[in-house]
């Protein structure tokens, strides 16, 4: 069971959903935010407890990983667009990222 919000209609649909996710940005049909850490350690750990979440969710983002930021892209490539999920996981992220 997917939630599917739409299939790469348009961007205002994703913008109006963005504006509720603080540095999210909308980026070759997917939804990208890169966060900032005090060292590697920290990076690495939100990465293996962002995999958690997202497996969670039946969802794999991209994540590049570097000294002291990690940067995460979501789109469902089911559908080849964005889902409502790409949104969840998203806000999921931020409220982890504020722990």
């Known amino acids: 069971f997917r939630r599917v919000l739409f299939r790469s209609r348009?961007?205002?649909e994703a913008g109006?959903?963005?504006e509720r996710l603080e540095g999210w940005e909308l980026s070759g049909g997917r939804i990208a935010k890169t966060y900032t850490f005090k060292d590697y350690y920290q990076a690495t750990a939100f990465v293996n407890a962002t995999a958690w979440i997202s497996h969670r969710?039946?969802?794999?983002p991209d994540i590049v990983l570097g000294y002291n930021r990690c940067r995460v892209e979501y789109v469902?490539?089911?559908?080849?667009g964005l889902s409502e999920n790409d949104f969840i996981c998203a806000a999921k992220l931020d409220r982890l990222f504020e722990l």
């Open 10 to 12: 348009t961007e205002a």
């Open 16 to 18: 109006r959903l963005l």
């Open 57 to 60: 969710e039946d969802h794999h």
């Open 76 to 80: 469902t490539h089911a559908i080849n």
